[in-house]
């Protein structure tokens, strides 16, 4: 299998990490104070923000734009590219979005990176969307807004998200799309675990991600896996409550592009709804997902510790669960996973019935049913088992 090795990995990890931190000491820094943002929370920065982020893109030298200590409100916002040179952002301060949630929500995005080749969001500050209203009106079936992401990064590479704190988004917190060699470590992901499609990190069309050290807590996927997404590497996640990580949903279009060389290791998942899932959607499509990697990972009272389903259907009209799904997933590694279930089916594998898995692997694994003796259950699945298998394999 081409997966990722851990040699490489961390060759790729300490060449952008030596860039990222040799760019940031020779950076000059812009304060935003300087154009005139106020730390108040209440007037309107994002002038002064755009103005910040104009000079230090035309800068011919590396350049650090710094949100200091404080308040400050920022409305949508685009930084885009291409820049001169390398942007970094320091955040130590609070940005917080507007408390009207429609001129959040009507942008699909808050703060938005594009078309940059090398750009860097780090520090010891927050991103506060205030999503709470915005969930109330989605709750209620009221007339709503689309919502907005809280930090998106589109088209661009070489990007490095360190060590900032995401609350309250509207919809998802990061997300990553069409972009190449991407890190994102030790940020904190927090939103309630009733808030809908709060996912922690979305990835799709993208390749060469790293996210590690990230401690997730939100009402849906902690981590998404989309389409067209390559040689991801996830590890020492924290999950919980959320909805575990995902790949997928995939097959929502007839043709669409794959998953593959996707590791996630030594992670831990609290209370989650899902552990490690695969998710397609019950139609036609041309989609893959394939050489996966699940390792060395903790399930504390999870709901559904290991779970394939294809016949994934949230109240769509477009989709039943009589269709069968087109998405080939093959070449699916679990192994060292252990912990405890809070269903009796503690590894559910529910496959097409037109497009079989095959080449999943089980080894090593032990996930108890809290309340009495666990089971396996396998749909179309084929693969093989080593070790030991708790609960039976069903392969």
């Not at 997966?3 to 990890?13: D, K, L, P």
């Not at 269903?343 to 496959?351: F, G, Y």
């Amino acid at each position: 299998m081409a997966i990722t090795t851990n040699s490489n990995h961390f060759i790729f990890i300490f060449l952008l990490a030596l860039f990222f931190f040799q760019s940031s000491s020779s950076s000059s820094y812009i304060n935003v104070e300087s154009f005139g943002a106020k730390p108040n929370g209440e007037s309107d920065s994002t002038a002064s923000f755009l103005k910040a982020w104009s000079q230090a893109c035309r800068s011919g030298e590396q350049a650090t734009i710094y949100v200091p200590q404080g308040t400050f409100l920022v409305k949508p916002v685009t930084f885009d590219g291409p820049c001169k040179k390398k942007v970094n952002f320091r955040i130590d301060g609070t940005i917080v979005a507007p408390r009207d949630y429609w001129s959040l929500g009507n942008s699909g995005y808050w703060m938005l990176f594009t078309k940059l080749d090398g750009v860097s969001v780090y520090g010891e500050g927050t991103l506060d969307a205030r999503g709470s209203f915005f969930w109330h009106c989605k709750k209620a079936h009221q007339n709503c807004p689309s919502g907005a992401r809280s930090i998106s990064f589109s088209w661009s590479s070489n990007v490095v998200v360190s060590g900032i704190r995401s609350m309250n988004s509207q919809t998802m917190h990061i997300a990553i799309d069409h972009c190449k060699n991407v890190i994102i470590e030790k940020v904190k992901i927090r939103a309630p675990s009733g808030s809908p499609n709060t996912d922690g990190i979305n990835v799709q069309f993208s390749t060469g991600v790293t996210i590690s050290h990230a401690i997730i807590n939100t009402g849906d996927d902690c981590i998404s896996i989309n389409q067209g997404s390559t040689h991801l590497w996830i590890d020492h996640i924290a999950c919980g409550p959320g909805h575990g990580i995902s790949i997928g949903s995939l097959g929502n279009f007839e043709k669409e592009e794959g998953v593959e060389n996707v590791t996630v290791t030594s992670s831990t998942f609290t209370k989650t709804e899902n552990g490690v899932r695969i998710k397609a959607r019950a139609q036609p499509s041309t989609g893959f997902t394939r050489d996966i990697v699940f390792s060395k990972l903790i399930m504390n009272n999870v709901f559904n510790p290991i779970i394939i389903d294809q016949r994934y259907c949230p109240g769509a009209t477009s989709c039943d669960h009589h269709q069968n799904s087109g998405v080939k997933i093959s070449r699916v590694r679990y192994e060292e996973i252990r912990g405890t279930s809070r269903s009796k089916v503690a590894i559910n594998l529910d496959c097409s019935a037109s497009n079989p898995c095959e080449g999943i692997k089980l080894q090593n694994i032990k996930l108890t049913y809290v309340k009495g003796s666990e089971t396996s259950s396998c749909i179309n699945a084929a693969g093989t088992a080593s070790g030991y298998v708790i609960p039976k394999s069903c392969l």
